[in-house]
């Protein structure tokens, strides 16, 4: 149940947002629309940059224990999941946050049905990035006694003069 619940809860969110949104009438025409439209792409755009960073990170801590025990449980489809959920979200709110700076100027019921569309792509991607992040920040600051002091295989040097040689390239 806790599983259904986490896979779902963004939908879940955005439903609501939307549905209470059409009870109430709340569209478009709201004053300073497109400075909302603005900061939407702008967030969207730094939201999937971020996670597009996160994921080069976790590639690179690969070989870490936990990262390990992530990629050979059954979670790692979660994680896949999660991660694409939350980039097409974020393209498709920018994207559509675009198309709604041009569409605003022509009222219309497809404008309407456009901006609650939009609404409720915003309303689920800000809630997936959320769960994604933390997941993924918990699995990078989460250390075990197993691996406080060891580093991973692939950043292991052994040869005295290939360590001292990389410490005085660094130090240029």
């Not at 980039?87 to 219309?108: D, E, K, W």
């Amino acid at each position: 149940m806790i599983k259904f619940i986490s896979w779902f809860y963004p939908l879940f969110i955005s439903i609501i947002v939307v549905v209470i949104s059409i009870r109430f009438d709340f569209s478009y025409t709201v004053e300073n629309f497109d400075k909302v439209l603005d900061g939407t792409i702008t967030f969207s755009s730094i939201v999937v940059g971020f996670l597009g960073a996160l994921l080069g990170i976790l590639v690179s801590i690969k070989d870490s224990a936990i990262v390990k025990s992530i990629f050979d449980s059954k979670e790692k489809h979660t994680l896949k999941r999660y991660f694409n959920e939350t980039f097409i979200m974020g393209f498709l709110v920018v994207i559509l946050s675009c198309a709604m700076h041009v569409l605003r100027v022509y009222p219309s019921i497809t404008t309407k049905v456009i901006f609650y569309i939009w609404l409720g792509l915003t309303c689920w991607f800000i809630p997936s990035t959320h769960r994604i992040v933390n997941i993924l920040m918990s699995v990078f600051f989460k250390t075990n006694s197993k691996d406080k002091n060891e580093r991973p295989e692939s950043n292991k040097v052994i040869e005295v003069n290939k360590r001292q040689s990389m410490k005085e390239r660094l130090k240029k």
